[in-house]
């Protein structure tokens, strides 16, 4: 089973490296950036921890136009592996990920899955909105990208990729494969950033996501709810 790792980045050279260093060491052979247009030191650093790597582990950097979604649609259309893991620059996986991914994906039935996410800045509000993120996404088998979400390549094809919507992207993709098949929950965690929450407030980002989510699921466009989200890449 081979996997190819497909990160998106803008401007994310505060992150890139060390993602980058610590995906390396995982097993994965195939990792592949996708720049959106970065105006930082982004490609720069790609560059950089490609010619420091291993000649068995192959870190390549491609360009598209900027948003999430359309990154990752290039980033699985220049990659021809099993499966594709979508990771965000800020996200780190454990130690363990290609083999709980491998064990998981054992069951043809499994068409992807995900995992549990932690903060990489113990706080007790961090660890209370990572566990309600968990358990949210354990009982409604929806997922969002800070979870790395990974799926079978023929089922992504199937479904005919990300949405080219602005936000939103993991969320309706993730709804779709639900749709679909099962979907692993792998309690392992990833380590994400909690930046976001710590720049913009912890109760303005509570209440922001979760009334997008809301107003996306009673059917307002998320061309429309881009407006209103800062963070949109």
Known sequence: MTFTVIIPTLNEAGVIDMTLLVTARLGFHDILVVDGGSTDDTKALVESAAARTEPSVCIRLLSSEAGRARQLNVGAAACTADVLLFLHADTHLPTAARHLMEQALVDPATLGGRFDVRFDRPSMWGKVVSTLMNVRSRISRISTGDQAIF???????????????????????????????????????????????????????????????????????????????????
Do not use: N
Not at 152 to 157: G, L, P, Y
């Open 151 to 233: 799926v079978r390549r023929a089922i992504f094809e199937r479904l005919g990729g990300f949405s080219d919507i602005p936000i939103m992207e993991d969320i309706d993709f993730t709804t779709r494969l639900k749709r679909a098949g099962e979907i692993a929950a792998i309690r392992e965690p990833v380590t994400t950033s909690f930046r976001r929450w710590e720049q913009q407030g912890l109760l303005r980002t509570i209440l922001l996501m979760w009334c997008l989510r809301f107003l996306y699921w009673i059917g307002i466009s998320p061309h429309r709810l881009a407006q209103f989200y800062s963070a949109v890449r």
